[in-house]
């Protein structure tokens, strides 16, 4: 009887899987704790490299310069080096901006470009991070609020912001100019109530938890992460439903991996270790207010394109007052699929005894086929056993005697981000093993990192890869932003 074959999605994540663990085995053999070491040096040349003349293949970014911009200046103010930066290097980048704001409000992607929300909040959460009198008097807040009050759509057209004049409208729109009131000091309730925005985010909860762009759309992380980030900014995050919000984002955390996915059922990616990891870190920092903790779930979180809800039920069982090693949990899994797995043997053994004389009746042919996807289900969960002792071996040597975290395990992230998403001898943070640095990767690779670090309270590699605390929503460093808020009279 024919088996079903492999899906394009299943063999990119066997192939991720295979590549992580082969990462973390390395390590473990190899003893060497300098793996474990964030590469400040090389980043550091990478990143100032993106600030002088790019690439003829950067020109399809032309209309992104102010966000190249901001992931090249807070990656750099992560790392505590932007006094690295020339004068004459940090004048070019303030006369871009500079160049790049519009005389009807709100930042272009590049000079002469029309204003768009997104590239806003990069042009502002740049010159932000710059810091300085000087600089913070290039941002006009009366046309930025004139603009941002244009992009509201008022609650009786459905609310929401539109991300540029005709645009579409999405939460990226409220996260951005949200962001952008809070650290120049502005009125955020006025933009909150134009755009209907506790509503609007409401509706965009969807059955899973997370929050997608729009109502009725996917649950997905970097739009689970403004939303709720909106919210937040205006002390209002207990409008959704925090609680189911939590338990989806606590399943996109790669069992084996550690580092997060986007949405169901996709590949990991290491930016989401900042709009998935940095909405558990959101979290903690506010008290753990979304009821209370969730124990470290890498490896026995119920992801369902790899098992089935024997793994979830086993896992929604589980006692915090008594830990049990991801390994266990699946043995447990496996074993219980295996008792239902000799059932529907011993169901086929009696088909194929009453139906002797007639061996093409339907009966037999569903009970077969339910016999091998059992079977298929026992031999996948029993393949995972060997990765589970692998990364659980990793995660014992970081360790430093936490196993409670929020909703996400921390420790994994930052192994995740350290061993995989860093190319040794090269400078710049990737998607994941395979994938190419970028500027766009380095930065929130980074940002999830400093947060993992001040959110999970263990520093993986030890204190030589401690980055410097970035705000849980705004993500500009904390110091920087209270210079800026300051300087516009909010207080401290």
């Excluded at 040096?41 to 003829?56: E, Q």
């Excluded at 940090?90 to 992607?109: A, N, T």
């Excluded at 996260?175 to 985010?201: G, R």
């Excluded at 053994?349 to 339907?362: A, F, R, T, V």
Aim: hydrophobic residues 35%.
């Amino acid at each position: 009887m024919p088996t079903r074959s492999e899906t394009v999605t299943e063999r990119e994540q066997n192939q991720v899987e295979k590549d992580t663990v082969a990462i973390y085995q390395n390590f473990l053999e190899l003893e060497d704790e300098d793996l474990l070491a964030l590469q400040r040096v090389l980043h550091v040349k990478y990143l100032k490299s993106g600030l002088r003349v790019l690439p003829a293949a950067f020109v399809s970014l032309d209309a992104s310069r102010t966000w190249i911009c901001y992931w090249i200046l807070h990656s750099l103010s992560l790392l505590d080096k932007l006094s690295s930066l020339t004068e004459e290097t940090i004048r070019d980048v303030i006369q871009l901006l500079q160049s790049c704001q519009h005389k009807s409000g709100g930042f272009g992607g590049g000079p002469g470009q029309l204003p768009h929300l997104a590239t806003t909040y990069a042009a502002v959460a740049a010159l932000v991070t710059l810091g300085g009198e000087d600089v913070l008097d290039v941002i006009n807040r009366d046309s930025l609020m004139s603009f941002f009050l244009r992009m509201c759509v008022p609650p009786e057209r459905g609310g929401g912001m539109t991300m540029h004049q005709h645009g579409e409208v999405d939460v990226r729109g409220c996260y951005c100019a949200l962001s952008v009131c809070y650290m120049l000091n502005m009125d955020s309730k006025k933009i909150a109530d134009a755009c209907d925005l506790v509503q609007f985010v409401h509706r965009c909860q969807s059955y899973e938890g997370g929050i997608g762009g729009e109502p009725g759309n996917e649950a997905h992380g970097g739009y689970s992460f403004c939303a709720y980030g909106a919210l937040e900014l205006i002390q209002e995050g207990n409008k959704i439903d925090r609680s189911l919000l939590k338990s989806w984002v606590s399943r996109m955390q790669g069992r084996t991996e550690g580092g997060m996915r986007g949405r169901t059922n996709k590949l990991v990616d290491g930016c989401y270790s900042w709009w998935q990891g940095g909405l558990c870190s959101l979290a903690h920092v506010q008290g753990n207010i979304w009821n209370g903790k969730v124990r470290n779930k890498l490896n026995f979180t119920p992801d369902f394109n790899k098992c089935d809800q024997s793994v979830a039920s086993a896992v929604d069982q589980w006692s915090g007052s008594k830990w049990q090693s991801p390994g266990q949990i699946i043995k447990e899994a496996s074993a219980a699929k295996q008792t239902e797995l000799d059932m529907a043997m011993d169901r086929l053994l009696e088909i194929e005894d009453e139906l002797k004389n007639d061996p093409d009746n339907k009966r037999l042919g569903e009970q077969q086929e339910q016999v091998m996807r059992l079977q298929q289900e026992v031999d996948k969960m029993d393949e995972q056993l060997p990765l589970v002792e692998v990364i659980q071996k990793c995660l014992q040597k970081v360790r430093n005697g936490n196993d409670e975290t929020d909703a996400c395990d921390f420790d994994a992230l930052q192994l995740w981000i350290l061993l995989c998403c860093q190319i040794n001898g090269r400078g710049g943070l990737r998607d994941k093993p395979g994938k190419s640095p970028d500027f766009y990767h380095t930065c929130y690779c980074l940002s999830g990192l400093s947060a993992a670090q001040h959110a999970g309270g263990n520093i993986v590699g030890g204190r030589r890869n401690l980055l410097l605390p970035t705000h849980p929503v705004c993500n500009v460093v904390i110091e920087k932003l209270d210079i800026a808020r300051k300087y516009f009279g909010a207080e401290s």
